[in-house]
């Protein structure tokens, strides 16, 4: 996978994540001509894309569009499923997500982004497994927080 | 869980420009502050993200992210790491300054540090400081905890993508990754060796096996549940292994029969509607047909293929055009099958779906279709507004039309051709557009071609044309780089040696060898060529063999003289003959006459003889000078193009003809450009002198789909522009080449054959009882539905189905004006005390519930029906075996084949001693399914002794619905049952308008499905059912909001998935 990106009906982008490297115009290129793109397509057309030498694969959940950017020989169905099962440990993680707890806590949805896929292939595709390591890192947040306050109170 | 740290985002409204350069400029002064604390950072950093991906510079907090993850605890630490994995790249300078926290954090012994230290090396580091990380990765794969492992694979694949030497020595550590005990760290390995195998397929053969093994395993539910998503077994992993099967078994055939069980298997396990499973699929028919084919397997892709293609569901449609883009070189029948859905998928509204067909018709396109194709293409570009498809497409365009019609008119119009035609289209392809990798690819189609072209045998083209390629060859064939020149040398060196090939056509293969050898070092057929023709009677080869000669002896004069891709080249042109001056002042030393220019010379003639004439000079002065362009220094080396005398310069005999004929050739190119309408009538005309390049004919082939004219009559009118359109489509695609319009049509001709035959030794007034038979068109479609739907639970009398399969028998032959055959009404009283003829089903096998009785297959002699009947213990097959012949026929033997997925109780044989003339004998078989499939094929066949052995073969198709059962029961027991049963499968169905009430639904689900209803309460309804001959699946309904939601329940797992797929076919059928 090239990139990742959510953005939602308006065209705000609300995360990002790029697996190549391009420079900062490039991206910022590439999201506007893809947020456009993507944007005018009607509900009941396909879900894949070509576009430049790439194919994009998108999907909408509620107001947020889902798209990925794949080379040529890869799978797009498989895609769409990747899309969807973060779509899933979102919604697992947030208790039935919507746009804004992303906004509000893009920092998490980047912490399950980069648990579920790596380096821009799938890492660990065990739901439980993923949210073990992100709640592992979250619980040990918490002690610290708690032992933090409580060396405050004293 | 989850704090709400970025709360404090939200008072930016419409995100106005000003806010958030307000927010900038307090986050910069923040962060630089010195008393700003950790905590405080960690809070920037997240706010700074967030601006970066609005769009703004954020670049001054680049180096306090650094800071973070170096100094932070692990809260802070982790949006650190996460800030500089998303702010920077990895050539970034400051990622240098990661490298001493990464050490620091892979050495820690909390987990979670080295977990996020692996994360952020998986995503960025930098090439040059691998080596100081390496052995601490390297030490991780052996960590006791899968997730490290499983992190460091995904760190090593990082590495070998971004430096693979530097991971070189590692190798064994992979191997050892890819047989770890968890899955995860397998599956995390196989990133790698997908790379690796990418990259040199051979290295890693000896892996195969245990691909294949880890495959096998994965497909059949070896690995623990967490892996499955939506209950199918690791996807990913499936997908992965077979991308690198298919790398591994490419052009391999001993790598692939390896191979070929496995995806046997997983074709065969994705039988679910699901996405996952369409993709798994997808994923395995590419795979089977990259690797080396094996004829069986292709068969189940080609089917799987079709079911992509037929999907109501748009994305899957896309892939199944996809799929069939991918194979169609290889079995280009396929696309004659879906050559209707490609039709409509021309028109369909998604560009995206339009563009793929595009594509798919660009790679069948030939000299006969490609006049449509291209048409299509331009309608698309008048629509498109995306550049980049645009470029695409106009490119081929420009290949498939220039070239290919090109190529057409040479044949066509042949040495008649004005010419002016061919010299223009030298001019084109060497001038080019402005774009100079379209040039290019726009020759290397035009040399692509030109080889195929000469590739058939034998195959006799016109002077003109040769010249026109051998042209093309030596200027452009250095651009194909996978074709040896010695093969292009080869062809043309055997031209040159036909006889019927003109001497100015040689000259223009010469010039193309010499050309050709000019950019290759040294060739065996240049020499030989040289020694051949050095000595050759015709005085311009001799000439030319002799430059060849020397120019290849100095092979820098020689690549000087002729520079690549020069033909555009303006050549300064001595027009004065200055360097001549010197010979001709020696001449005129020696006392030779001055020369005096032409018309000097005729005036002085003239004054000498003072008579009148009557000869028009103007004219015999033209013919004078181009007759002298064949001794003069003219000779063709092809690189003259521009003037239309010089190219035809050798044959100046000709050129009277060609003027003459002018007037009978076809006008090809007009001012407008091409000129398609008056070629039907003139290609004609031509047809005959160009047999051999039948093939480039084309568009003059008029009217191809003619032929079936009259079985498409009966279509309606839209359907039949559809099938006009398909037919020039499709043209010269397939072995067949003819054009068959539907799958149908074809059978049916073939079967009016075989009857017709049968016709003869009948006697033709019995027959003709049935030939007014005056059926309209919905008739045939609708029977012929039938005859696929056998399940259809009809239950008709004895004497009305007799004269139903009578008629749809006759239907299929309508509009043939052929007598057809039926078994007679007189053999039918004659033998009426035996079994008549046609079969039927025996009074107490009549009251159960049995599909009607259908035609399996016929021969000369024997013909078998079938007839399915739904008893309570299993699906009993009634075969009824017919002799047609008018003797009896002796030990005919029936035999099932052994099925996969079936299993015949009793025996798979049946002998009947003998089958009288014009009679019926019928055997009965008892089935049951034994492995649930959605639907599968029983073969078998027939033979019997007669002057020869003869074998008669069949195939029925049985349905996961001919074996399941009503389940009677009370609703304690059900709900009983419920509880104890474990495997579920549950999905919500939408349901069309027709069928809103539950009841109605439930109703369908009884009658189409055979489920029995145990009770319905409200909005929620329970049925229960039976795999024979006793596996029970329970199904639990509800509705909501046009919603149905259905629940399985079966201590078999796959039944409820099986069921689920037949639920929803029979909820889209109604």
């Not at chain 1, 821009?120 to 032992?147: F, P």
């Not at chain 2, 490290?148 to 990754?177: E, G, M, S, T, W």
């Not at chain 2, 020694?531 to 000669?549: G, H, I, P, V």
């Not at chain 2, 003709?768 to 008739?779: G, I, N, V």
Request: proline share 4%; hydrophobic share 40%.
């Amino acid at each position: 996978m090239q990139f990742m990106l959510l953005f939602s009906r308006q065209g705000k982008l609300r995360l990002q994540k790029w697996y190549v490297p391009l420079s900062d115009k490039e991206k910022k290129k590439i999201t506007r001509e893809l947020v456009q793109t993507v944007l005018a397509r009607k509900p009941k057309m396909c879900s894949f894309l070509e576009w430049r030498d790439l194919k994009i694969v998108y999907k909408r959940y509620a107001s947020l569009y889902f798209c990925c950017a794949i080379e040529d020989q890869d799978n797009e169905l498989i895609t769409l499923e990747i899309i969807h099962r973060y779509v899933e440990l979102l919604d697992k993680y947030f208790g039935s997500v919507c746009e804004l707890d992303i906004i509000f806590n893009f920092e998490k949805a980047y912490f399950i982004l980069d648990e579920f896929l790596l380096g821009g292939e799938v890492q660990e595709t065990s739901k439980k497994n993923v949210l073990k390591a992100i709640e592992q890192a979250d619980l040990l947040q918490e002690v610290i927080l708690r032992s933090v306050l409580r060396s405050l109170n004293v | 869980a989850g704090g709400r740290s970025g709360r404090s985002l939200t008072p930016w409204p419409g995100q106005q420009e000003k806010l958030i350069q307000q927010e900038l400029t307090s986050l910069k002064a923040t962060v630089s502050a010195p008393t700003t604390t950790l905590r405080l950072m960690k809070e920037c950093m997240v706010r700074l993200i967030y601006c970066e991906m609005l769009g703004y510079e954020s670049s001054f907090g680049y180096i306090h992210a650094i800071k973070l993850a170096q100094q932070g605890n692990l809260l802070e630490k982790r949006v650190g790491y996460l800030a500089v994995s998303l702010f920077l790249h990895e050539n970034h300078e400051l990622l240098l300054l990661l490298v001493n926290t990464v050490v620091k954090d892979l050495q820690s012994t909390n987990l979670v540090e080295v977990c996020m230290a692996l994360t952020v090396v998986s995503q960025i580091f930098p090439r040059e400081m691998i080596p100081a990380v390496l052995p601490l990765i390297e030490d991780k794969l052996q960590h006791s905890k899968e997730i490290i492992r499983r992190k460091a694979v995904q760190a090593l694949y990082k590495f070998y993508l971004i430096a693979p030497n530097q991971v070189q020595h590692i190798h064994d550590k992979f191997r050892k990754a890819l047989c770890d005990r968890d899955a995860g760290v397998m599956a995390a390995s196989l990133h790698i060796y997908l790379q690796m195998i990418k990259e040199n397929s051979s290295g890693y053969k000896d892996l195969t096996g245990s691909f294949v093994t880890i495959l096998k395993q994965v497909v059949g539910g070896k690995l623990p549940i967490d892996f499955n998503y939506h209950s199918v077994p690791a996807p990913w992993l499936q997908i992965q292994l077979l991308r690198i099967l298919g790398l591994l078994g490419k052009d391999d055939p001993r790598t692939s029969e390896l191979m070929y069980d496995v995806l046997d298997e997983s074709l065969r396990r994705a039988e679910i509607n699901h996405n996952i499973t369409y993709a798994i699929l997808f994923e395995c028919v590419q795979t089977i047909y990259t690797i080396y084919p094996k004829s069986e397997l292709l068969e189940k892709a080609a089917k799987c293929i079709g079911k992509f293609v037929l999907s109501p569901k748009i994305n899957l449609k896309y892939l199944g055009l996809k799929a069939l883009t991918y194979v169609i070189q290889q079995d280009p029948n396929l696309a004659l099958q879906h050559q209707m859905t490609i039709i409509e998928c021309l028109d369909h509204p998604d560009p995206i779906i339009k563009r793929e067909t595009l594509e798919l018709l660009y790679r069948i396109t030939n000299g006969q279709n490609v006049i449509v194709i291209v048409q299509k293409m331009l309608d698309y570009l008048k629509e498109s507004k995306e550049e980049y498809a645009i470029i695409n497409l106009v490119g081929k365009i420009a290949e498939l039309w220039f070239i290919q019609t090109m190529n057409a008119v040479f044949s066509v119009g042949g040495d008649v051709v004005h010419p002016d035609i061919p010299n223009n289209f030298l001019r084109l392809l060497a001038e080019g557009f402005d774009d100079r990798k379209e040039d290019d690819q726009l020759r290397m189609y035009a040399v692509q071609s030109y080889l195929a072209l000469l590739e058939e045998e034998d195959a006799l083209y016109p002077q003109k044309f040769l010249q026109v390629m051998s042209w093309v060859l030596g200027e452009y064939s250095s651009l194909v780089t996978d074709v040896d020149p010695e093969v292009i040398l080869t062809k043309l060196h055997s031209l040159l040696k036909k006889t019927v090939i003109t001497s100015e056509t040689k000259m223009w293969i010469m010039a193309a060898v010499t050309k050709i050898a000019s950019h290759a070092s040294c060739s065996k057929i240049v020499d030989k060529l040289i020694q051949e023709f050095s000595n050759s009677l015709d005085t311009c080869m001799r000439q030319y063999a002799f430059e060849l000669k020397h120019l290849c002896e100095d092979k820098a004069l020689m690549r000087n003289l002729l520079p690549f891709d020069g033909s555009c080249n303006d050549m300064v042109v001595d027009a004065s003959l200055s360097f001549l001056d010197g010979f001709v002042a020696e001449g005129l030393g020696r006392g030779a006459a001055p020369y005096k220019p032409h018309h000097q010379r005729q005036e002085e003639k003239l004054s000498q003889e003072k008579a009148l004439n009557f000869e028009p000079y103007g004219l015999s002065f033209v013919s004078s000078v181009s007759s002298s362009g064949v001794t003069g220094r003219q000779s063709p080396t092809g690189l003259s193009f521009g003037s239309d005398t010089s190219g035809n310069s050798a044959e100046t005999g000709h050129k009277e003809t060609n003027t003459l004929k002018l007037e009978g050739v076809r006008r090809l190119w007009g001012k407008e450009g091409y000129l398609p309408k008056k070629e039907n009538k003139v290609g004609k005309e031509n047809e005959p002198q160009t047999v051999s390049c039948g093939s480039l004919l084309a568009g003059q082939m008029g009217d191809p789909p003619a032929l079936r004219s009259d079985q498409v009559a009966s279509l309606s009118e839209e359907d039949k522009e559809k099938q006009q359109l398909a037919s020039t489509l499709f043209i010269g695609l397939g072995s067949n080449a003819g054009v068959s319009l539907m799958g149908k049509a074809d059978t049916a001709t073939q079967k009016f054959k075989r009857k017709s035959k049968i016709n003869e030794t009948q006697s033709s007034e019995e027959a003709s009882d049935f030939q007014d038979t005056s059926l309209c068109s919905s008739d045939i479609v609708e029977d012929n539905l039938a005859f696929e739907t056998p399940q259809s639970l009809k239950k008709s009398g004895p004497d009305d189905r007799l004269p139903d399969i009578r008629l749809s028998q006759s239907s299929l032959f309508a509009d043939s004006n052929i007598e057809i055959f039926q078994p007679s009404r007189n053999a039918q009283s004659e033998s009426a005390s035996k079994t008549p003829l046609v079969p039927c089903l025996s009074e107490e096998l009549e009251e159960l519930t049995h599909s009607e009785v259908v035609e399996l297959c016929q021969s000369d002699a024997l013909a078998l029906y079938l007839c399915k009947v739904w008893t309570d213990d299993s699906l009993l097959l009634i075969v009824f075996v017919s002799n047609k012949t008018t003797s009896a026929l002796n030990a005919v033997n029936l035999v099932f084949e052994e099925a996969e997925h079936f299993q015949i109780l009793e025996s798979t044989t049946y002998q009947f001693p003998v089958i009288e003339a014009q009679n019926v004998e019928r055997c009965q078989k008892r089935v049951w399914m034994d492995k649930i499939c959605t639907q599968g094929i029983l073969s078998g066949s027939v033979n019997y002794q007669s002057e020869m052995e003869t074998r008669l073969e069949f195939s029925i198709t049985l349905s996961l619905v001919d074996f399941i059962r009503p389940m009677e029961m009370t609703t304690e027991d059900f709900g009983k049952l419920w509880l104890s049963l474990s495997n579920d499968v549950k999905q919500n169905i939408k349901m069309s308008s027709s069928q809103d009430s539950l009841s109605a639904t439930l109703s369908t689900l009884q009658q189409k499905l055979k489920l029995h209803i145990v009770d319905i309460i409200g909005n929620e309804g329970i049925l229960a059912c039976q795999l024979l001959p006793s596996v029970p699946c329970l199904l639990h309904c509800r509705t909501h909001s046009g919603m149905l939601a259905l629940w399985f329940r079966s201590p078999c797992s796959a039944l409820p998935d099986g069921l689920l797929y037949q639920c929803q076919k029979v909820m889209e059928e109604s």
